[in-house]
C-alpha cells in the first residue's frame, strides 16, 4: 500500500501597511511577518478555526514550540469544554 501525502504549497496574500511601521515598530520586515503568522495562528486557534496542529503551522513553529507559547502565555493548550469530555466518554463506553 502506497500513502500519498499531498503538500499544499504556501498561499501568498499581501495586505498593505504603513509604510513607517517597520521603523515604528524597529523591527525587520521578517519579524513583522513573523508576528503577523503567530498572531494570526494564535486567533485562529483561540476562535476554534483551527487545530492547534494548524495553528503551529500557520505560526511556522513544531507543535510543542506552539504549545509551550500558548502556554507562556496562559492559554491552555485544549479548548474542550468539560462537556465535551464527559460526552466523549460516554461515546466511548
Known amino acids: 500500500m502506497i500513502t500519498r501525502i499531498q503538500i499544499m504549497p504556501p498561499y501568498e496574500i499581501n495586505?498593505?501597511?504603513p509604510s513607517d511601521l517597520l521603523v515604528t515598530l524597529?523591527?525587520?520586515e521578517l519579524e513583522l511577518k513573523r508576528r503577523i503568522k503567530v498572531a494570526l495562528a494564535l486567533?485562529?486557534?483561540l476562535q476554534q478555526k483551527v487545530t492547534i496542529g494548524k495553528a503551529a503551522q500557520i505560526a511556522e513553529m513544531s507543535r510543542y514550540e506552539f504549545e509551550?507559547?500558548?502556554s507562556k502565555q496562559k492559554i491552555?493548550?485544549?479548548l474542550l469544554e468539560l462537556e465535551d469530555v464527559l460526552r466523549d466518554i460516554e461515546n466511548l463506553k
Do not use: G, M, R, V
Open 43 to 45: 486567533q485562529l486557534y
Open 76 to 78: 491552555p493548550i485544549s
Open 26 to 28: 524597529n523591527e525587520s
Open 15 to 17: 495586505i498593505d501597511l
Open 68 to 70: 509551550t507559547f500558548l
